[in-house]
């Protein structure tokens, strides 16, 4: 699944990166006056991480001169600092109001921002041995800081006082709702609670901290450490050369020269999956691949789940909360777990019952060709692949040869000028982390307005979280005057020969265009306040912009210009085009069920309460319970699930892509009911009611500004061609 990073002020509201990454991050952010406390900047060599961003572009992160070892004393004093301005807005004598209570919150801890947003990009794309030290210290730190915040009562009474007082009916709407959003974060993270229940918070919180990063270390470890060495030609049967050429550019970075590699990340092991012929070396790589965290050990994550769990169960019922799910869900747009479970459920027969068709047609086939086998789950995208081919005459290589990575970027960009009047001009003149990565302006294309940066951040390396996700290094704000977005899209591809073109698969490309559906909910963002800025939005609401996105790939304009073959630059032909669209449902219950079953398996863990969880155990009495069919698996297994456990920002939250895609399905409905994907009208009010309010408004307000009426289930249903019978 793709992710983002949403951030926001203050850690109880934000945290993380999303996808497989989570790094918990902390979100302040730089006003138009320098470092307000002084005394506390007293090491000279953190200076780089706490100074204002120079450069050009209103400034940009200095990432060409990051130290890891400055990390820790730069967080200390980003944190010290933020104390000291959130104490002198809780002791302020004169009377609480919206200007000198949330307007100081939303001013303060612009350094500390800075600091966390390249902690965050070092934690998920630069992580190594001497980081990872860092990470395990201050994780705990950082967690007890944010709730020094939350529990300062001083601080929370000012707070309450704004949210009570009858001025703020005289407020704006969008400071009306930052009101509203401050007080219900603090309450929700204990602002509330008698003295001895606030430190036990605080304790289960730093512990919590201290897990995920645990957690997502391990992950992280096995991804690393694990990988498939092939060594004969025998043993890449069946694989096509841009498989061959990503394995053996992964054997060059390994130095093992003569011999080709399988990392032990996705966009390593579900080509092989799919593509070799050897079905003994498909078990070990998906074994490999499922079991990441479960391999007894070091690195073992199931005893550090049950603690999660507990901890995270308790702190629920301290809270004043049912369960944890009960917690995450309340701001919401689903608001109860029970709402979530009841669309998983709707979707989950319809996916099971197409699974049970898919597996016959597989077995048919599989006997056909004189092999006597039952389906297993390694055989599942093999065999797929080969029906797919039968079936619909599509073969994943041949449309590949049309999905040149540079080439869909340009295809992405030119949607963004399309749907939002965005140009994008590639830019040198700022400091990168890596030299994979690359820098584009955008500006609007009528007026010359700077819109933004866009960061990208493209090819899998050690020490990159696997998976892709959006993260804004700077949000878009006006609030002491104009500060302009800066957002960065990473991904997984496999490099390939240098010099050559890197051809995706349907699904990357599809991947591409979903983080970029991210990238562009930040660039858009028109807003007053940071903490309400372009993604920071309700988690189950936050995949909607980008999975609606994905929609614009299989656009006829884009692919007859943008798909283009990397050898001839002929356009894709319609001919295979109508066959993708033909077969745009196949193996539908495949990826429904994989994901729904992670999602329910999300939900039901944190909806158990206080008990002691083993999570294989757990996992297959729910599975079996749930009548999960035998020939696939969860897409995350628990022990490696890191939405869920690297962090709170997922957790009881997986559910929130279905949610969203509700949305997704319904919204694109209105393109084709009006004059296409391109209909200026409707782009207009997506990007209105949409894509720019950020979280000023209630999402479930903001859509029926955009559709004139709540979303329809229906449309979902047709999108991924389970029958509409039944739903609303
Ligand atoms: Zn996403």
């Not at 982390?433 to 819109?451: A, G, N």
Request: a neutral charge; charged letters at 25%; aromatic letters at 10%.
């Amino acid at each position: 699944m793709r992710d983002l990073i949403t951030r926001s002020r203050l850690m109880l509201f934000a945290t993380a990166l999303i996808c497989y990454g989570i790094a918990t991050s902390v979100h302040t952010t730089s006003g138009m006056n320098p470092p307000a406390n002084q005394s506390v900047i007293t090491d000279a060599s953190t200076a780089a991480l706490l100074a204002k961003w120079a450069g050009p572009y209103s400034g940009v992160p200095p990432f060409d001169s990051v130290k890891v070892a400055e990390f820790k004393p730069a967080l200390e004093a980003g944190m010290a600092e933020n104390l000291a301005e959130v104490q002198r807005i809780a002791s302020n004598t004169a009377a609480p109001n919206f200007e000198n209570t949330i307007e100081a919150l939303e001013r303060a801890g612009r350094t500390l921002d800075r600091v966390t947003t390249i902690y965050g990009v070092w934690g998920s794309t630069m992580n190594g041995p001497e980081f990872q030290v860092v990470q395990r210290e201050m994780a705990p730190k950082l967690a007890a800081f944010s709730d020094q915040i939350t529990q300062n009562e001083a601080l929370f009474r000012r707070i309450e006082a704004v949210y009570n007082s009858p001025e703020k009916a005289r407020l704006t709407p969008e400071q009306q709702r930052l009101t509203w959003r401050y007080y219900t974060n603090f309450v929700r993270a204990g602002a509330r609670l008698e003295k001895d229940a606030k430190a036990r918070l605080s304790e289960i919180n730093q512990k919590l901290a201290g897990l995920y990063t645990r957690f997502s270390q391990n992950v992280l470890a096995e991804e690393t450490d694990q990988f498939l060495v092939l060594k004969t030609e025998e043993e890449l049967a069946g694989l096509p050369q841009s498989v061959r050429d990503g394995a053996t550019a992964a054997a060059a970075a390994k130095k093992m020269p003569g011999t080709w590699v399988i990392m032990n990340t996705r966009s390593s092991v579900d080509p092989f999956l799919t593509y070799s012929d050897r079905r003994d070396l498909r078990e070990k790589a998906w074994r490999m691949f499922v079991n990441r965290g479960d391999n007894g050990g070091e690195h073992d994550n199931n005893a550090i789940i049950t603690e999660i769990l507990q901890l995270r169960a308790e702190r629920a019922k301290l809270l004043g909360y049912q369960t944890h799910a009960h917690w995450r869900l309340e701001n919401a747009m689903a608001k109860t777990p029970e709402r979530a479970v009841e669309l998983m459920e709707a979707v989950w027969k319809p996916a099971v019952a197409r699974v049970h068709e898919e597996v016959a047609d597989m077995q048919a086939l599989a006997r056909k060709e004189g092999a006597n086998i039952k389906i297993e789950p390694w055989d599942y995208r093999y065999y797929a692949e080969k029906v797919r081919k039968a079936r619909y005459d599509l073969d994943q290589n041949e449309v590949k040869q049309y999905l040149q990575l540079e080439k869909l970027r340009e295809g992405m960009f030119w949607v963004a000028g399309e749907l939002f009047g965005f140009n994008f001009t590639p830019v040198t003149n700022v400091p990168v982390y890596h030299p994979d990565v690359r820098v584009w302006e955008v500006t609007d294309k009528k007026t010359k307005r700077h819109i933004g940066l866009w960061y990208f951040d493209p090819y899998a390396r050690s020490g990159k979280r696997s998976g892709a996700w959006m993260n804004a290094y700077r949000s878009q704000e006006r609030f002491d005057g104009e500060v302009t977005t800066i957002v960065s899209n990473n991904a997984n591809f496999v490099k390939g020969q240098p010099g050559e073109p890197v051809l995706i698969s349907w699904d990357d490309a599809e991947t591409l265009f979903h983080e970029f559906g991210h990238a562009l909910h930040g660039l858009n963002s028109n807003v007053r306040y940071p903490s309400l800025s372009g993604t920071a939005v309700a988690r189950d609401y936050v995949e909607f912009p980008s999975q609606l996105m994905e929609h614009w790939l299989s656009t006829p304009q884009v692919l007859q210009r943008f798909a283009v073959h990397y050898k001839t630059g002929k356009p894709i032909p319609q001919a295979l085009v109508d066959r993708i669209n033909r077969a745009s449902t196949f193996n539908e219950g495949f990826a429904t069920t994989e994901y729904l079953s992670a999602a329910l398996i999300d939900m039901k863990m944190h909806l158990a309460g206080a008990q002691k969880i083993d999570p294989d155990a757990f996992e297959k009495k729910t599975l079996a319970d749930l009548g999960m069919p035998d020939e696939l698996v969860m897409r995350h297994r628990t022990p490696h699930f890191l939405h869920v456990f690297a962090g709170d920002s997922y957790s009881a939250g997986y559910y929130s892509y279905l949610w969203s895609d509700v949305l997704t399905a319904d919204a694109f409905g209105a393109f084709v009911e009006a004059g296409g994907p391109y209909d200026r009208a409707v782009a207009e009010r997506l990007r209105k009611h949409i894509f720019s309010v950020g979280n000023t408004i209630d999402p479930a307000e903001a859509y029926r500004g955009f559709r004139g009426r709540d979303a329809r289930t229906e449309a979902l249903m047709r999108k991924r061609g389970f029958p509409t019978t039944g739903s609303k």
